[in-house]
């Protein structure tokens, strides 16, 4: 198991780092550009221009990583439950797949609203239902949730895929949002992928322990020429797969309550955004924050983007480690 992990993570992380490296002046040749908003950071329009949809480089080495480990792992009879990790797999790759038609919609349209709200999170939607359908009809899900702390399964029948569709597509929705200055998302999302690699092997389970390698490997190889200052965006074709991915994780382990914690920015962010539009629309010009989502808010308190990644990363690791305390360790 260690050294399936291993291998995923030094090989995602070089073939992502190196398809980056080809991707940057492939993108730069074809203007695939970042628009900036103008109601955003002053700061941010030098930033317009920089290639984005970066995230084909991390979803292509993952494809490559992914179909020869598992070929490995069937062939060795290493790995059982493999439609299980297919399954959510390709979800994380739908999800790509829907940043791929934003991004270009972007493109096409030279601004920075590809799909409308509606039409992305339609597609978001019929996304987690179908995976939610594959992984019941496969036998990889059942209603049952697990709570944490107080260490029961609660049954909840049909509302359990009421729950599931709403933190799904927020989850999803929440990772893109996060995506908003230079490393941040990859590197609140190695966090995130180092806990449940962690989960991984405290629980012992294989699939889950591939999917955080390949996650750890693809943003650990972006940051190369993701972090500060930027040479490369992951786009909402890298975002949206990533939230994909961190949702596939916590479904894996079959404790999707566990993402409350271990998201716990993506949460912030997106609520950062609800409050700012509802305080706003409550007192007809109002703002809550200096700006929305929350991590512009603390750079126009005067915080660098690095130090924005540095302390939104901590706070990741310290709900991770408030997170062990919520994973269903079986006995031995």
């Known amino acids: 198991m260690l050294i399936y992990f291993l291998f995923t993570v030094v090989i995602t ?3 992502t780092a190196l398809f980056s490296r080809i991707l940057i002046p492939k993108l730069k ?9 103008d109601i955003g950071p ?12 970066g995230g084909i480089a991390f979803i292509a080495a993952n494809i490559i990583v992914f179909a020869l480990v598992i070929a ?10 493999w439609v299980k990790i297919v399954i959510c797999f390709a979800f994380a790759l739908v999800n790509g797949i829907i940043g791929i038609i934003d991004d270009r919609a972007k493109i096409f349209k030279k601004q920075n609203q590809g799909l409308t709200a509606p039409q ?11 995976f939610l359908f594959f992984m019941t009809i496969s036998g990889s899900l059942t209603t049952e949730l697990y709570i944490p702390l107080i260490n029961v399964r609660w049954d909840l029948g049909w509302f359990y895929y009421v729950f599931s569709l709403i933190l799904i597509t927020g989850i999803v929705n929440s990772v893109n949002l996060t995506d908003g200055i230079d490393g941040l998302a990859s590197s609140v999302t190695f966090v995130a992928g180092g806990f449940f690699a962690v ?16 996650v750890i490997g693809a943003v650990l190889g972006f940051l190369v020429y993701n972090f500060y200052p930027a040479k490369i965006f992951m ?14 994780m916590a479904y894996l382990l079959d404790n999707p309550v566990i993402l409350f914690p271990v998201g716990i920015i993506y949460i ?8 700012q539009v509802g305080y706003f629309k409550l007192t007809h010009g109002k703002r809550l924050f200096k700006m929305s989502p929350i991590h512009h808010h603390f750079e126009k308190c005067g915080w660098s983007e690095i130090k924005v990644v540095f302390v939104f990363s901590l706070i990741t690791l310290v709900f991770c480690v408030l997170a062990w305390f919520c994973l269903e360790i079986p006995k031995v």
């Open 235 to 248: 786009g909402d074709t890298g975002s949206l797969y990533l939230g994909g991915m961190v949702v596939a």
């Open 13 to 15: 992380f070089a073939l």
């Open 120 to 130: 992305k999170y339609l597609l978001q939607l019929v996304s987690a239902g179908l």
């Open 29 to 37: 040749s074809l203007k695939v550009g970042q628009k900036i908003l």
């Open 42 to 53: 002053r700061w941010h329009k030098n930033k317009e221009g920089t290639p984005t949809m």
């Open 72 to 81: 490995v792992a069937l062939i060795r009879g290493d790995l059982e439950n």
């Open 268 to 275: 912030m962010e997106s609520f950062s955004v609800i409050l």
């Open 199 to 214: 989960a991984a092997f405290a629980t012992e389970i294989f699939e889950l322990s591939i999917v955080s390698g390949l």
